[in-house]
Every structure is written in C-alpha cells, then in structure tokens.
C-alpha cells in the first residue's frame, strides 16, 4: 500500500511538473491552465485549483464548465454568495447543467428558500433520475413548501437507495403531516434500524482498524 501510494504521489509530481513546464513555454495556454486546477482540485488543494479556474475563467469567460468548477469550489469554502453568482453564470450558458442546477437549488433551499430552490432541484432530477442527494433535497424542499403529496412521491424513490436511515425518517415525517400515524411509526423504525446497522459496521471497522499491527 505504501509504495502504491509513493507511485501515486510520483506520478501527481511528474505530472505537476510537466504543466509547469507547458505553462512556462506557453502561459496564455488556457487548456494547461484548466488541467493544472482540476489536477489541484484532485489533490484537495482548493485554494490553488481556484486560483488556477479564476485564470481560465478571465481568459475564456464563456467556456462551458468553468464558472461551475469556480461556484463549486466557493461552496464548498462556504462562500455561498460567490457560488451563487457562479452558478448562475453557468446556467446562463447551458441551463442543463444537472449539477450547476443542483447545487443553485441547495444552497437556496439552505437559505430558506423552497419555492425557489424546487425549479432548480426539479431540473436536476429531470436532467439526472439517478441524484439520490438531489431528490431527497427536492422532498426536503416540497415539505417545507407543505405539498406533502410531492413529497411523498419523490420519498418512494430515495428510500430505496437509503443507507443511513435519512430517507425513512424524512418519510415518517410527511407521514406524520399527513396524519398517517401508523405508517409514520413504521417508517421511523426503518430508520432506526439502518441507523443501528450504520452504527454497529463503524464500530466493526474501527475494531478492525486499531487490531491492525501498528
């Protein structure tokens, strides 16, 4: 494992580099620029894959992707009003852009803002059925805004793909909305089973981990 993770580090190197080398000979080369942040953004090196996606956005500022790569580094820096703006300007030139679209509804629906994050979530859903986080988001949202029904709908779809418990819970409440009490105490102990089960392979795996010769 060590030495896999020594050729990891090797290649990362070798690779950083040759785009310092591609940059030094041609520095206007917005395609080196993209690749030297995104290959940051692999490396959790946030603050440099910005800087690198900034440059590429002033060079091309029309060029599809990089105003949410910008957006999507800014939240997850919680810097929720630049992502914002990001986002928009991505969606301005490709309005079908799934993740742009999920990400611009969360961070409304974070702000307390269901009516207006439902288009943007719906959107997503609509471009990608398979954004498990997107559709509990979109139940979330069609809670908050009291359409129970909708809510419910959507539920159906993510309780299936619910591993933590998270969906069943938000289910048992809408349940509980809707007066459905039975059904809700049903629900409920879906989600404390799988909550348990969760619990107990976290605890399994840290065994393991602290037996392992040191």
């Known amino acids: 494992l060590q030495a896999k993770y020594l050729l990891a580090r090797t290649y990362q190197c070798i690779s950083l580099s040759t785009l310092a080398q ?6 206007d080369s917005y395609p080196a620029h993209k690749l030297l942040a995104e290959t940051y953004e692999s490396s959790d090196e946030d603050e440099k894959a910005l800087s690198e996606y900034k440059t590429v956005e002033k060079m091309v500022p029309n060029l599809p992707g ?20 990001e ?11 799934a993740e742009a679209n999920a990400e611009m ?4 629906l974070d702000r307390a803002k269901p009516s207006e994050a439902i288009p943007y979530l719906e959107k997503a859903v609509q471009l990608d059925p398979d954004r ?22 959507v539920l159906h779809q993510t309780v299936q793909h619910d591993t933590d418990g ?28 799988l909550k ?17 010769p040191q």
């Open 22 to 27: 591609l940059l030094e000979t041609f520095p």
């Open 66 to 85: 990089v105003h949410f790569s910008v957006g999507n580094l800014l939240l997850k820096m919680n810097q929720q009003e630049g992502a914002i703006e």
């Open 87 to 97: 986002l928009a300007l991505e969606l301005r030139l490709n309005s079908d852009h």
């Open 105 to 108: 509804g969360q961070i409304l």
């Open 132 to 153: 498990w986080a997107t559709l509990s988001q979109l139940a979330k949202a069609y809670y908050k805004q009291k359409e129970f029904s909708k809510a419910e709908a």
């Open 166 to 193: 998270s969906a069943h819970y938000q289910l048992a409440m809408v349940y509980r909305a809707l007066g459905r009490t039975e059904a809700a105490k049903e629900q409920l102990e879906m989600s404390r089973k």
């Open 196 to 212: 348990l089960a969760g619990l107990s392979h976290s605890v399994t795996e840290m065994t393991t981990i602290d037996s392992l």
